[in-house]
Every structure is written in structure tokens, then in C-alpha cells.
């Protein structure tokens, strides 16, 4: 019997004349779960949508179970056993846990007995530790009882394979142990894994093997996580030795550019008061729920609050609004890009350009294409945005990592004063990772305010200048640069002051 679950063979997809994927080859073993690691637009949402019947191949083989394997269209790659987890949860919010599972063929089996769906779906969910009502809305779960719905989802499916893109950015470190857990247990079981990730520490430790891809192509052999190194990753999907991951550089602080003064909002934000100066990196920490992107959304006027005052550069804001604060001169990046922070079906030169078009204007109010062409393509190389034809690439076709560039170009382009960031390095790889710190530097050395809101307690202490933290919606403790520690900010952020 053959070992092997998946067999790639020189796998090669182009688009027009663009080389997407040269000659990728690697082998998943029944059981195992192997690590697909590389850049932002190095190909492994490629290698996905292959595999999942979303494109069809160029060329190469692949062999599913022994058997060649050609999908013709995602149901088809459904029914031969391949299930995805992806980053962005497909999920309808407003129907049950047990309407969800069962979605595909609901209104044939389950129609007259919604009791025997809810009973199967219980069985589903105690089997993956989940203590909750199968009729209960997916809107009412938190991102990690989500995850684990689609999971399941995929094993009621009998699926034997399963593609894992990137998920864990949302969720905590307790419900991240316990999809590890699962995953090994699903591994137990004999099912197959591919493991698709940033986070390198946890793809040594969670799977057997690793692939690196690099500009749609496999570097080296398909390595055993046991014998390797971060270090030695990095290099391999970069293509070079990389220094110091958090590129710091002195800085001429001045005066308040933004401050907020006792902001109470409900029972999310009490009495928050921060200071962000010219020049300056200042970071906000704490635990998922500790109302971090709440007070981000209420100071930009997404969110109404209840008291509390804002000013900006000494002067107060009244009913702030996204529309005065754009004018002002302030960016907000939201941690949910896609539905927040980009125009989807639109092009990458669209979308950069979007909040600088004002700036495009000619001598009787038209568009000048050529200035815009001149600064989007001075963006697109500037943070390594990787397109194969920025006009005609939509969004949504990017990889997420390079979407995330997108947003952040965008709003590079309007030179911001004030700048704020929820979670700016979500899903992207440690090469972009440098490129945004190196940008965000480089703002701040020109005198705008920059908050950064992170998970990442390395990321924060790495280019941060100082650093809030909060625990239940309050501000628990302030750290200057001098005073960073890991045990003091993960202290702080569990503490409640009184």
C-alpha cells in the first residue's frame, strides 16, 4: 500500500506569460503534517487553489492516494477528500453551528428533522472539546470555537486531507493549544495535514516535515523539523542571511500629536487616558478582549463612546469621524483588512490609490495617470508588493500578506501625522515584517505619531519607543524602552488596576 496521501511533481501554473509555480515537488505522508513556509507571494495559495480545483495545472502531476489527481472545480476536489481551513473563515454568521456543518446537503437530509442534525452536530463538537449548543448562531462564537466549527466541518466530510492557511492569527494561546491538540489527534487518525504559516516557532514544533518555497519555487529538500532552525528557514525563504528582525533607529520626539483624556465607552473602555508625541512609536498590548481595537475605533470615530476627550495636536476634536480625521491628516489601519481596508474586486493601483487621489489631479481637474502610475509603482517597489500587472491584478487575488501591504501603501502615500496600526504584520512573512518596521521607522523619523497595536509582545519592544498595556478596558501600566520586558508587560496585561 502506497505511504504517500499527496505527491506533487514538478508542479508548474502560469497566468498569461507569469511564472507562478516552477517545478514544485514535495510528498505527504498518510498521517503526517508538513509545513509549507515561505514569503508573502512566494506561491502557496497557488499550490491551494490547485489542489482545490479553483485553477486547473500547466504542468506536472499530482497523485492523490497513488491515483492521478486532476480536479476539475472545488466540488470535485471536496468529494476526492481535500478540505481547507482558511485564513479568512468561510462560515455564514447568521446560521447555526449545525446549519453551517451541514450546509451542503442540509435541505435534503436535515429539512424534515432539524433535531437530527443538531444531534449529529453535537456529536461533531464534543468531539473537539466544543461545549455549545449546535443551534447557536456562528456570530455568538469567538474565532477560535469558529475554527474549530470548520474543522469539523471538514472531518463530517470525511475529508483525508486538510490545508491549514494561517490559523492561528485570531486566535488566543489557550484555544491555539488546543488546535494543536487536535491536529494531532486528527494526524492519529491517519489523516494527512499541510500546515501553512508565518509563525516559524510553531511550524517546527508542530510538524514533521517542511517544504520552503521561494518565487514559486521548492528550495532544497523537503526538510525534518527536527533538524532545523528558525535562522535556517529564514534564510532559505528569503535567499539571504537577515540581521536584526526589528530595524530601530533614534528618533527626535516632540511634542503631543494625539492625546485622550479619560474616554469611557460602556463597559469595553473606562477611563483611558494615552499620549502619542511627534516622532514617536508608542505600542498597545493586552490580552485578546482587552478592548485594544475598541478605544483604536473609538478615537478614529467608527465607534461612538460615552465621555472622554481627544485631541489632536493640542486642540480638541469634537464628534470626531473617519472623514475629519482623513482630512486631518490621520490613518487608521483596522486588524480586518479585508473588509475594511481594501476594495476587493478592485485593482492593486486602485486601491493604492484611493486615499491620495486628490493629489492626482491635473490643470482642469482630470486624473493624471502618469503621476499616479509614476507614485503607485514607486510604492509597489518600495514595500516589495508582489503583482504581475498592478492594473489588472484585483485584490482579492493577492496573497494575504501582500494585501496587507496594499493597506499599508495606501495610506503611506498620504503622509500621515497621525498613524495608527491594529495588528499591522497579521499573515505576513518576516521579510515583509522588516519592510513595514522599516516604513514605520521611517514615518516616525519624519515626524508623524505612530501607534501600534500588536499581539506580539516581540514586535512591540522591537520598534516601539514605549509601550501601553491593557487588561479589561483600562490602561494597566506605561513602559519607556528602557524598562521592556516580557514578564512586566505580560503581568501587566492580566492585572486589573483598581
Excluded at 100 to 121: C, E, H, M, P, V
Excluded at 123 to 142: G, I, K
Excluded at 409 to 431: H, M, Q, R, S, Y
Amino acid at each position: 500500500m502506497d505511504e504517500y496521501a499527496l505527491e506533487v511533481s514538478n508542479l508548474c501554473k502560469n497566468f498569461d506569460t507569469v511564472k507562478v509555480l516552477k517545478n514544485v515537488t514535495f510528498k505527504l505522508k498518510k498521517g503526517e503534517v508538513l509545513g509549507l513556509v515561505g514569503e508573502n507571494g512566494a506561491g502557496k495559495s497557488t499550490i491551494m487553489n490547485l489542489l482545490g480545483g479553483v485553477y486547473p495545472i500547466t504542468s506536472g502531476e499530482i497523485k492523490l492516494f497513488g491515483a492521478r489527481y486532476t480536479p476539475r472545480n472545488p466540488k470535485e476536489a471536496m468529494k476526492s477528500g481535500i478540505a481547507f481551513i482558511h485564513q479568512e473563515l468561510n462560515l455564514f454568521t447568521n446560521l447555526s453551528i449545525a446549519e453551517n456543518l451541514f450546509i451542503d446537503g442540509f435541505l435534503i437530509k436535515y429539512l424534515i428533522s432539524q433535531t437530527a442534525a443538531n444531534t449529529r452536530a453535537k456529536a461533531l463538537l464534543e468531539r473537539f472539546d466544543l461545549n455549545v449548543n449546535p443551534s447557536t448562531l456562528v456570530e455568538n462564537l469567538t474565532m477560535g470555537m469558529r475554527q474549530m466549527v470548520e474543522i469539523a466541518k471538514a472531518v463530517s466530510k470525511d475529508a483525508r486531507v486538510i490545508f491549514f492557511d494561517e490559523p492561528t492569527t485570531s486566535l488566543s494561546n489557550t484555544e491555539k493549544e488546543t488546535l494543536f491538540r487536535i491536529i494531532r489527534e486528527l494526524a492519529g487518525n491517519g489523516i494527512s495535514m499541510i500546515y501553512i504559516s508565518h509563525a516559524l516557532e510553531d511550524v517546527i514544533s508542530l510538524c514533521d516535515s517542511i517544504v520552503v518555497l521561494r518565487d514559486g519555487e521548492t528550495i532544497g529538500e523537503q526538510l525534518d523539523s527536527k533538524n532545523v532552525t528558525k535562522e535556517e528557514l529564514i534564510k532559505k525563504m528569503v535567499g539571504r542571511e537577515m540581521g536584526t528582525l526589528y530595524p530601530y533607529i533614534d528618533k527626535n520626539i516632540g511634542g503631543e500629536a494625539l492625546g485622550v483624556r479619560g474616554l469611557n465607552s460602556g463597559k469595553i473602555l473606562r477611563d483611558i487616558s494615552i499620549r502619542i508625541n511627534k516622532g514617536e512609536i508608542a505600542g498597545l498590548y493586552g490580552l485578546m478582549g482587552a478592548g485594544r481595537s475598541e478605544l483604536a475605533r473609538a478615537i478614529y470615530g467608527v465607534d461612538k463612546y460615552d465621555s472622554g476627550e481627544i485631541m489632536f495636536e493640542g486642540k480638541p476634536i469634537v464628534k470626531s469621524s473617519p472623514m475629519k480625521w482623513v482630512a486631518s491628516g490621520f490613518a487608521f489601519i483596522t486588524e480586518n483588512r479585508r473588509d475594511e481596508g481594501l476594495l476587493l474586486p478592485k485593482s492593486v493601483q486602485e486601491n493604492v490609490s484611493l486615499v491620495n487621489l486628490p493629489n492626482f489631479k491635473g490643470r482642469i481637474g482630470r486624473l493624471n495617470k502618469k503621476l499616479e502610475n509614476k507614485t503607485v509603482d514607486g510604492i509597489i517597489t518600495e514595500l516589495k508588493i508582489k503583482t504581475f500587472d498592478k492594473k489588472r491584478q484585483i485584490a482579492r487575488l493577492l496573497s494575504g500578506g501582500n494585501q496587507q501591504k496594499v493597506v499599508i501603501g495606501k495610506w503611506l502615500l498620504a503622509n500621515p501625522k497621525v498613524f495608527i496600526v491594529d495588528e499591522p504584520t497579521k499573515g505576513v512573512d518576516v521579510g515583509a515584517k522588516y519592510e513595514i518596521y522599516t516604513q514605520i521607522n521611517n514615518l516616525a523619523a519624519a515626524g508623524s505619531a505612530i501607534l501600534v497595536i500588536s499581539s506580539e509582545m516581540e514586535e512591540l519592544m522591537g520598534i516601539c519607543d514605549r509601550i501601553y498595556v491593557m487588561s479589561k478596558g483600562k490602561i494597566t501600566a506605561e513602559f519607556s524602552r528602557e524598562d521592556f520586558s516580557q514578564e512586566k508587560l505580560l503581568e501587566s496585561s492580566i492585572n486589573e488596576v483598581s
